[in-house]
C-alpha cells in the first residue's frame, strides 16, 4: 500500500467495518508498538506529501500539543487548534484529522467506547 | 507579540572578548539582553527544563529590536568600472534547474534605469530579453538542466537576445527597438539576479534570483555572431580575441583563494564577486566526463551554481556587544533576550501567541584563557558545533524527506519549527534541497538559527524529554556540574582551527552525543591526541561520519558533499564529489578511508528514532582489567530508562566491527538489548537491498560500548549511541550509566596506562 492508494480509497460501509478493527486497535494504543497489519495501514498515511498534511505543534513551554497543517515548501504552517495533554491524545487526534480530511468522515464515529483514549477528553 | 530572534557573531570565544548580537524582532519591541550560564543553577524555564543561572558580571542590557529584513538568493556581481557600452555582447553558458515557475529568473543584467538589458527566464521557461519595462520572448523553451548559448548583443538603437541548444542544434533569436534615449551601458553587471529599483532605507536587495549553473561570462565592446560566441564559449580559453573581459568561474587550486572571487582575465581586471556562496567546482558545460576530481581540470569545473535559497550572511545589523568578563569560567552558555511584549500560548492556540515565548537564548561557548592555566584533573568537552550547524534550520519536518516514517510517530513540532516556516529567507539546513532539488551543500552560522535552542525538543530524540543534539549534550553538562568534575569548554571550530595544541592540556577529552560531521583537522586533532597519550570519551553515536570542510576565508561556513552513500536526505550530482572549499573528497569518512571503528572501535550501524534500549554486558565486561568499569554497578542489564527513547542504547548507533578496523584488543564491553523494528541498517553497508535490514533480523544493527588502549597510554572509550547521555539526566536518567561513566573518566584521568598488564594487545604489537 502506499500514499496514493490510501488518498483514493473513500471507504463506503463494507470499507469502514473492514477498516473499524485496525482503528480500533490503533486507538487503544496510539503510541504504539504495532503490530504489521497496523504498521501497513499507518504508514501510507505518515508518509503523505508535507503540503496540506495534519501535524503536531508543542505548545512553547508546555507538556501540550495543538494540531498543525504543514505548508510545504516557502509555505507557513498553520495553527489549526485544540490543545492534548498527553502524547496519546495528540497521535489520536492527528490521526481522526488526518483521517477525516482524506475520507470525509470521523474514525471517532467508529466507536466511542469509554476508556479509550481520544474519548470525549480527546478533542 | 514580538518573536524574539537573533544570531552571535560567533559560538565560541575566550574571556574578554567581545561578542556582536544581531537581534531582530517581528514587530518593533524592547527587550533585555543578559547572559546566562547553562547546565548548572537554580533556573529553569520549563518543567525538565535545562538548568542555568545569570551571569551577574555582565550587566542586562535594554536594546530596541527592530525587524530585519534578509537579502537570501546568490548571485554574481562585477563592478564595469569606467566602462560605458553605447554597443556590445555578454555571452555565456547558461542551464536553469528550474526553468519553469512562478515567476521569472533573471540571468543576467546590466545598465541602469529604462537602458537596462537583462537576459530573463519566464515563468513558462522561455528565455527572453528584458529592455527596460519590455519583455521579448524568444521561441524557445528551455529543458531542466540543459546547457544553452546565450548572446545578448546591443547597439544604441536596438538589442538581439540568442539562444542557442548546441546538443539540439537550435538556435532562436529575438529582437527589440531600444528606447531613443537609451544610454551607453554602466555600471553593475548582475548575474543570477535583479537589483531592486527602490532600495528603502538605503539597502540595496536582489530579487529575481536564478536557479542553475551558469559559466564562462564573456563581454566584447561590440555585436557578435552567434557561432563567435559559440566558439569561444565552448571551445576557447581565457580571453577571446577582441574581448573586453572574460570572468573565469574556476575554481582555484591555491588553498588560500578567496571563494568568492571571479577574476576578470581581461585587461581592465573587472573582478567580480560572488554573494551568499553559490556553489563552486560544479561540473560546466565543458566537461568531458574524464576527470572526477576539479583539481584534475578546474577548467571542466568553470560553472558556478546559483539558488534563490542560498544564504551565506543575514547581514543585520549588531544590536550590542557584550564583553566578556576576563574571569569568566569556561562553559556553556547563552545570550538571552527577553522581549517585554511577550503573549504566551493559551489553551486556544489559535489565538495569536508568541512562537518564540519572549525570548531567544544564543548558544555561546566559553573557552579557557588562552595562556591561564589548567588545573588537574579538568576534561575538555568539545561541543560538536559542526553537526549543530549542518542541521540548523533543518526543514525536513516541514517540507522534506518524511521524517514521520522514520520516527514510526507523529511529529510534534516546537513553536519555533512554525517561525521558521514564516521565515523561508533564514535559509536552509544541510539535510535539506534548494528549490531547484539541488542538496543544500553549504552551512552558516550567521543568520537566525530559532530551533536552535536549550530547550528545543527534537524528533530524532525518539520519545521522551526530545533532547538530542545541542540540548542533549547540555544533559552532559549537567551532569558534570552534578558530578562536581573541573571541566572546559571547546567547538568543532576551535578543535578544528587550533588542532590538538587545543587539547593538549586535557588528558581526557568528551565528545557530545552527536559529533556527526568532521574536517580533516579535526579529526586529525583528535587522533593526534590519542596519539600523544590523551584519552577520548566518544559519548554518542553515528560520530565522524561526513566529512566537511570549512570556508577558508569565512569562518562558521561549512561545506559538504553527499558523495557516494550514507543515509542521505539528498545524494550528491556524479563527479562532483570533491569540496570546493578545501578539494578534499567528500562523503563518508568511512569511504575516505578512516572509518570511526578504526580510531573509536565503534563506527554507525543503523538508526530508528522511536524507542532505545538497554544493555547487556559483553564478551570483556568481566575481564578483571576492566572490573572498574562496572564498580559498583549491580549484575545485570542496564540502561535501561534514559530520557533519550527511554533507554541508554538507540537512535543512532554503532558497532564494533574488526572488518571495518575495531581493535580485536579492544575491551567490548557491553551490546544493546535488541532494537526494535524501527531500528535500519546504514545504507552504506547495504550491498544488495533485502529484506534482513531490521534489527530484529540482523545482528548488526546494534550499539556496541567499547574501550580500548592506544599504544603510548591514550585509550578511547565508546558509549555505542546518542541515547546514552540520556541515561546522564537527572530525573530521567539510569543509575548505572551515571556511574559507568562517572568510573570510565575517573580511571581515565589516571595517567597510567590501561594496558598496564600484559594482554593479547601487547602481543600484536611488533
Redesign the interface.
Known amino acids: 500500500m502506499n500514499a496514493s492508494t490510501t488518498e483514493a480509497s473513500t471507504p463506503g460501509g463494507d470499507e469502514r467495518a473492514r477498516l473499524a478493527p485496525l482503528i480500533r486497535r490503533f486507538r487503544q494504543q496510539p503510541?504504539?508498538?504495532?503490530d504489521v497489519e497496523l504498521q501497513a495501514f499507518l504508514?501510507p498515511l505518515?508518509?503523505?506529501?508535507?503540503?496540506g498534511k495534519h501535524?503536531?505543534?508543542?505548545?512553547?513551554?508546555?507538556?501540550?500539543?495543538?494540531l498543525?497543517r504543514?505548508?510545504?515548501?516557502?509555505?507557513?504552517?498553520q495553527?489549526?487548534?485544540?490543545?492534548f495533554t498527553t502524547?496519546a491524545l495528540?497521535?489520536w487526534a492527528?490521526f481522526r484529522a488526518r483521517w477525516q480530511s482524506l475520507h470525509g468522515w470521523d474514525p471517532q464515529d467508529l466507536d466511542d467506547a469509554p476508556g479509550l483514549p481520544g474519548g470525549a477528553a480527546g478533542g | 507579540m514580538a518573536e524574539v530572534v537573533g544570531y552571535l557573531d560567533r559560538w565560541s570565544a575566550r574571556p574578554g572578548a567581545r561578542i556582536g548580537v544581531h537581534l531582530a524582532g517581528s514587530v518593533p519591541a524592547r527587550a533585555r539582553v543578559d547572559l546566562v550560564r547553562l547546565g548548572r543553577g537554580t533556573h529553569r524555564?520549563?518543567?525538565g527544563?535545562i538548568a542555568y543561572e545569570p551571569v551577574p558580571e555582565v550587566e542586562a542590557r535594554d536594546v530596541v529590536l527592530l525587524p530585519q529584513p534578509v537579502d537570501e538568493g546568490s548571485y554574481a556581481e562585477i563592478d564595469l568600472g569606467v566602462l560605458a557600452l553605447d554597443q556590445g555582447c555578454l555571452g555565456l553558458l547558461v542551464q536553469p534547474w528550474a526553468p519553469t515557475g512562478e515567476a521569472e529568473q533573471v540571468v543576467a543584467v546590466l545598465g541602469q534605469g529604462s537602458s537596462r538589458l537583462a537576459v530573463v527566464v519566464t515563468g513558462e521557461g522561455v528565455p527572453a530579453l528584458r529592455a527596460g519595462a519590455v519583455l521579448v520572448p524568444t521561441e524557445f523553451r528551455a529543458g531542466p538542466r540543459r546547457w544553452l548559448v546565450v548572446a545578448l548583443s546591443w547597439t544604441q538603437r536596438a538589442a538581439t537576445l540568442t539562444v542557442l541548444d548546441p546538443q539540439a542544434g537550435v538556435a532562436r533569436s529575438t529582437r527589440v527597438e531600444r528606447h531613443p534615449a537609451s544610454e551607453a551601458l554602466t555600471g553593475t553587471l548582475l548575474l543570477a539576479g535583479a537589483p531592486s529599483e527602490a532600495e528603502p532605507g538605503g539597502r540595496r536587495t536582489v530579487h529575481s534570483h536564478f536557479d542553475g549553473r551558469l559559466e564562462r561570462p564573456l563581454l566584447w565592446p561590440a555585436p557578435q555572431p552567434i557561432e563567435s560566441v559559440r566558439d569561444a564559449l565552448v571551445c576557447g580559453e581565457g580571453l577571446p580575441r577582441g574581448a573586453l573581459a572574460a570572468w573565469d568561474f574556476s575554481p582555484s587550486v591555491a588553498a588560500d583563494a578567496p571563494q568568492d572571487l571571479v577574476p576578470d582575465l581581461g585587461a581592465h581586471a573587472l573582478h567580480g564577486r560572488l554573494r551568499q556562496g553559490p556553489r563552486r567546482a560544479v561540473r560546466g558545460m565543458r566537461w568531458t566526463g574524464q576527470f572526477l576530481d576539479w583539481r584534475d581540470a578546474p577548467s571542466q569545473y568553470a560553472a558556478v551554481h546559483f539558488h534563490r535559497d542560498d544564504l551565506e550572511d543575514a547581514g543585520w545589523p549588531c544590536t550590542l556587544e557584550i564583553v566578556l568578563p576576563d574571569a569568566l569560567p569556561s562553559g556553556a552558555y547563552a545570550v538571552r533576550v527577553r522581549g517585554n511584549a511577550m503573549r504566551?500560548?493559551g489553551?486556544?492556540?489559535?489565538d495569536p501567541?508568541?512562537?518564540?515565548?519572549g525570548q531567544c537564548r544564543l548558544p555561546l561557548f566559553v573557552r579557557a584563557p588562552a595562556d591561564g592555566p589548567v588545573p588537574p584533573g579538568t576534561v575538555a568537552l568539545v561541543f560538536p558545533t559542526f553537526t549543530y550547524l549542518a542541521y540548523a534550520n533543518d526543514r525536513c519536518?516541514?517540507?522534506?524527506h518524511?521524517p514521520?516514517?522514520l520516527a514510526?510517530?507523529?511529529?510534534?513540532?516546537?513553536?519555533t519549527?512554525?517561525l521558521l516556516?514564516?521565515h523561508?529567507e533564514w535559509g536552509l539546513s544541510l539535510y535539506d534541497t534548494h528549490?531547484d532539488g539541488s542538496g543544500v551543500g553549504t552551512a552558516s552560522r550567521r543568520r537566525p538559527i530559532p530551533t536552535l535552542q536549550p530547550?528545543a525538543?527534537a524528533w530524532q530524540a525518539g520519545?521522551g524529554s526530545g533532547r538530542w543534539n545541542y540540548p542533549g549534550d547540555l544533559l552532559l553538562v549537567e551532569w558534570i556540574e552534578r558530578e562536581g568534575i573541573p571541566w572546559h569548554a571547546l567547538t568543532d571550530e576551535d578543535v578544528h582551527a587550533d588542532g590538538a595544541a587545543a587539547l593538549s592540556a586535557y588528558r581526557v577529552v568528551l565528545t557530545g552525543n552527536h559529533p556527526e560531521y568532521a574536517t580533516p583537522a579535526l579529526l586529525r586533532a583528535f587522533r593526534d591526541h590519542l596519539d600523544g597519550g590523551g584519552r577520548l570519551m566518544y559519548l554518542g553515536g553515528n560520530g565522524f561520519y561526513w566529512r566537511i570542510a570549512c570556508h577558508p576565508q569565512r569562518p562558521g561556513v561549512i561545506e559538504l558533499r553527499r558523495a557516494e552513500d550514507g543515509n542521505r536526505s539528498w545524494a550528491e550530482e556524479p563527479c562532483e564529489y570533491f569540496h570546493a572549499f578545501d578539494g578534499g573528497y567528500g562523503g563518508l569518512w568511512r569511504r575516505s578511508g578512516i572509518t570511526p571503528q578504526s580510531w573509536l572501535g565503534v563506527g554507525y550501524a543503523g538508526q530508528g528514532f522511536?524507542r532505545s534500549t538497554g544493555l547487556r554486558r559483553a564478551r570483556d565486561a568481566h575481564r578483571p582489567d576492566v572490573a572498574f568499569v562496572f564498580d559498583g554497578v549491580p549484575e545485570g542489564d542496564f540502561g535501561l530508562q534514559g530520557a533519550i527513547g527511554g533507554g541508554c542504547a538507540g537512535i543512532e548507533v554503532d558497532r564494533r566491527d574488526e572488518l571495518l578496523g575495531s581493535d580485536p584488543a579492544g575491551w567490548w564491553l557491553a551490546t544493546s538489548l535488541p532494537l526494535?523494528a524501527t531500528y535500519l541498517a546504514a545504507n552504506e553497508e547495504m550491498l544488495v537491498s533485502r529484506p534482513t535490514i531490521a534489527a530484529p533480523f540482523t545482528p548488526a544493527v546494534r550499539a556496541d560500548m567499547v574501550l580500548q588502549p592506544v599504544p603510548g597510554g591514550g585509550a578511547v572509550f565508546a558509549s555505542g549511541s546518542i541515547a546514552w547521555i540520556g541515561g546522564l539526566s537527572a530525573d530521567q536518567g539510569d543509575a548505572a550509566v551515571q556511574r559507568i561513566t562517572r568510573n570510565v573518566l575517573s580511571r581515565l584521568l589516571d595517567p597510567a596506562p590501561l594496558a598496564a598488564e600484559p594482554g593479547p594487545w601487547l602481543e600484536r604489537l611488533p
Open positions: 503510541m504504539g508498538p504495532y504508514l505518515r508518509n503523505l506529501p508535507a503540503a501535524a503536531l505543534m508543542r505548545l512553547p513551554g508546555r507538556e501540550a500539543w495543538t498543525v504543514l505548508g510545504g515548501r516557502g509555505r507557513p504552517v495553527i489549526v487548534g485544540g490543545c502524547p495528540a497521535e492527528l | 524555564d520549563e518543567p527544563g504566551p500560548a489553551d486556544d492556540p489559535t501567541f508568541d512562537l518564540t515565548a519536518a516541514l517540507h522534506g518524511n514521520e516514517v514510526d510517530r507523529a511529529i510534534a513540532l516546537e513553536a519549527d512554525v516556516s514564516r523561508p528549490h530547550d525538543r520519545e522511536r526494535d
